[in-house]
Nanobody, 125 residues
Framework: EVQLVESGGGVVQAGGSLTLSCAAS????????IAWFRQAPGKEREGVSS????????YYADSVRGRFTISSDNAKNTVYLQMNSLKPEDTAVYYC??????????????????WGQGTQVTVSS
């Protein structure tokens, strides 16, 4: 059974940092596209960042480029999202998702087959 479990969310002041983790199980982790999405109340789910676990290529949405860093530890079957210089508009539920490797860089939710339950990130002003 494929399972993705996010952790690391919380409440932080603007300008602060958080690191999210996505622990995966039930599939061959080293050849997948893993993406982080977020969804704020009343808004559509949007792609934030993704990584190819086979070659390490990374992708970022314009809204987070330069502030967020995605990384993968294949030995631990875990993908991380380091978030720095957080802004109130980063407040959302953050989800990780796994998809076929050729979808690396895609932010279409239907390209990803498996999703975690989400973790809340709240940035106060």
């Amino acid at each position: 059974e494929v399972q993705l479990v996010e952790s690391g969310g919380g409440v932080v002041q603007a300008g602060g940092s958080l690191t999210l983790s996505c622990a995966a199980s039930g599939f061959t982790f080293d050849d997948y596209a893993i993406a982080w999405f977020r969804q704020a109340p009343g808004k559509e789910r949007e792609g934030v960042s993704s990584i190819s676990t086979s070659d390490g290529r990374t992708y970022y949405a314009d809204s987070v480029r330069g502030r967020f860093t995605i990384s993968s530890d294949n030995a631990k079957n875990t993908v991380y999202l380091q978030m720095n210089s957080l802004k109130p508009e980063d407040t959302a539920v953050y989800y990780c998702a796994a998809g076929a490797p050729h979808y690396s860089g895609s932010y279409y939710p239907n390209h990803y087959d498996d999703w975690g339950q989400g973790t809340q990130v709240t940035v106060s002003s």
